[in-house]
């Protein structure tokens, strides 16, 4: 027998339609392997005796009060339990179809299921949809309970009948190993020990197969590391903070920094103050690496033998639990990992019959309904398929306008991004005679022009508007190559800009630029010739940029090295009535971009 500290862990789902005894069967389960605590079951007795039966099990699980009075399961409880072979985490998820979202949840970490059909009513519409869903999430292990069986005499052809049609429907669901057990929640047969009154079923009991079926394996060992912030408490210190979504990270360790692909090693792991051998999932911890590497929210730190793909377009399936139907050619909001994305579904290949799990032609998705479709997005995500890999093979949809989830997708397929493509736009999906705006973004280096610019484009794209980003940086490296940092150059520097601003603000696009661009002589005349334009001042301490210092510039101007620095050895003129101020070192990027994009859609809407 394992030690305690030795014992595997196993997260398993249970699902299934309504009353078909979930509840009454976690509680069996946690009442018989003697883990309940005293003052919970005192309480349960309590709540049983006053709806006049002895020992409601449910009552351990349906712990809300609007679950109670309602009778129902409303949400996903999360309950824990151990044997001396292994620990358990429960997510018992509701039956209600409305809460199908829910069940999705449960199951996206979830190694197994436990499938509860009634025995008097057999394979139901959401028995499957549960079923399809769990084997979409990646579950391979499903244990299908048959229950109730108390209610049909533990009828062995009644049971016999229902794991017929079970696998007659999931026939199509490849790669999952089933197990059929007869059981009774209510009175435990089959639960914790066989039954002599199923005589006839010669299988083991539920928990004997929870305790022994194999655990999934970890799907993909590969590092991946999606860069939740960047931690600079002062200038001599850089650190990537994050959630360690799956591989084992350690120091010393090489590793491939997304999107640029500069490669490091990683120096440090950091848990608060303590340092780490290694880190692994779902460890949220700090890494430091031994390259200074210009690192944000969004980018990712991923093993440099096994790099995922870096994609504008990816093959999905997705469970669409808006009541609101999808729409193809609508901008919905993507969060994959850290990343929030613009995007549109711009084919649906098919969507599954529930009731036969065939692929059907269909213009849209409803609520509940599974399909798979082709995504295209603004800007590339760094992704593995689902099956894979499930913190880079998953995401969800978002509604730009409200904030509700729309979808949850498993990535199937992604299409490698080529240098500096983006989203297809038809025609279509313009708004019909934009007009043009120029968004001027101005501050120090590391005010966080950028990080605005980018947040701003992408709520923008998901209004149907069209968005262009002029970064400075990248202006610098194309068509500024020729041009260095003196007052003259920098003058050059700013009126090209403009001038590309004015083309495509006249064509109608929305153009966002970020430039620090330091003096208010240059800002006015890009202002004169473009005529459409508003002004954004990234207003954030010179203090405060320097312990960002993204690149270093501040510490190489300080130390000499680099001479006519901004800030440093020359002036910043700030804006003397900018139409916008940002304040970053006192406010959110969310609160930052809201008002730069409630600005741009009111300066659209008062043109006529």
Not at 111 to 138: C, F, M, N, P, S
Not at 281 to 291: A, I, K, N
Request: charged share 25%; hydrophobic share 40%; with cysteine.
């Amino acid at each position: 027998m394992s030690t305690g500290a030795e014992r595997e862990l196993l997260r398993f789902l249970t699902a299934g339609s309504v009353d078909d005894g979930k509840s009454t069967l976690i509680g069996r389960l946690l009442f018989d392997s003697n883990s309940i605590y005293d003052d919970q079951l005192s309480s349960v007795k309590k709540a049983s005796s006053a709806k006049n039966v002895e020992l409601d099990l449910s009552l351990l699980t349906d712990g809300l009060r609007a679950e109670r009075e309602q009778g129902i399961t409303i949400d996903v409880a999360y309950r824990y339990f151990s044997t001396p072979r292994r620990k358990f985490i429960i997510a018992d998820a509701p039956g209600h179809e409305q809460y199908t979202r829910n069940m999705a949840t449960g199951a996206s970490t979830a190694q197994l299921a436990v499938i509860l059909a009634d025995a008097r009513k057999g394979v139901l519409k959401q028995t499957r949809r549960h079923t399809l869903i769990a084997w979409l999430l990646g579950i391979r292990q499903m244990i299908v309970a048959v229950n109730k069986m108390d209610l049909v005499d533990f009828d062995q052809q009644i049971f016999h009948s229902i794991r017929d049609e079970f696998n007659d429907f999931a026939k199509s669901l490849t790669g999952v190993q089933f197990h059929f057990v007869p059981l009774s929640a209510l009175e435990g047969d089959n639960v914790i020990r066989r039954s002599d009154r199923m005589s006839w079923y010669e299988g083991q009991s539920l928990l004997h197969l929870l305790e022994t079926v194999p655990a999934e394996p970890a799907q993909n060992e590969a590092l991946r590391f999606p860069v939740q912030n960047v931690v600079r408490p002062n200038q001599d210190f850089r650190g990537y903070a994050g959630q360690v979504g799956s591989g084992v990270v350690r120091p010393g360790q090489e590793v491939v920094a997304l999107p640029s692909g500069q490669r490091t090693t990683v120096k440090e792991i950091l848990l608060h103050t303590q340092s780490l051998a290694e880190a692994h999932p779902p460890q949220s911890v700090v890494l430091t690496t031994t390259d200074h590497i210009d690192l944000g929210r969004g980018d990712m730190l991923v093993a440099s033998d096994s790099v995922p793909t870096v994609s504008t377009r990816v093959t999905a399936y997705l469970i669409w639990m808006s009541h609101a139907p999808l729409k193809k050619d609508t901008r919905y909001l993507v969060k994959h990992t850290t990343k929030v994305v613009c995007g549109r579904i711009n084919r649906l290949n098919h969507k599954i019959d529930i009731n036969t799990f065939e692929k059907l032609e269909s213009d849209s998705l409803q609520f509940n309904e599974i399909g798979e479709v082709q995504l295209d997005l603004h800007t590339s995500i760094f992704c593995d398929p689902y099956q894979r890999n499930r913190t880079t093979g998953s995401f969800i949809v978002i509604d730009p306008f409200n904030n509700d989830t729309l979808a949850a997708g498993m990535i199937v397929e992604a299409t490698a991004a080529l240098a500096g493509e983006a989203i297809d736009e038809s025609a279509g999906s313009r708004v019909a005679q934009q007009h043009g705006l120029t968004v001027w973004f101005t501050g120090l280096s590391g005010a966080g022009k950028t990080t605005i610019c980018r947040a701003v484009a992408t709520e923008l794209l998901a209004h149907g508007l069209q968005v262009e980003v002029i970064d400075g940086d990248v202006i610098r490296n194309y068509l500024c190559k020729d041009l260095g940092f003196s007052k003259h150059d920098r003058d050059e520097n700013i009126r090209r800009i403009a001038f590309v601003a004015q083309l495509l603000t006249r064509n109608g696009t929305i153009v966002l630029v970020s430039a620090i661009s330091p003096y208010r002589e240059g800002r006015d005349a890009a202002r004169k010739s473009i005529s459409d334009f508003v002004e954004v001042y990234v207003s954030t301490p010179l203090d405060v940029c320097e312990v960002r210092d993204p690149k270093d510039l501040y510490k190489k101007a300080r130390s000499g090295k680099i001479h006519g620095f901004t800030g440093i050895d020359d002036p910043y003129e700030p804006p003397l009535a900018a139409e916008i101020v940002c304040n970053t070192d006192r406010e959110s990027t969310r609160e930052s971009s809201s008002k730069v994009v409630a600005s741009v859609l009111e300066h659209l809407s008062s043109k006529p």
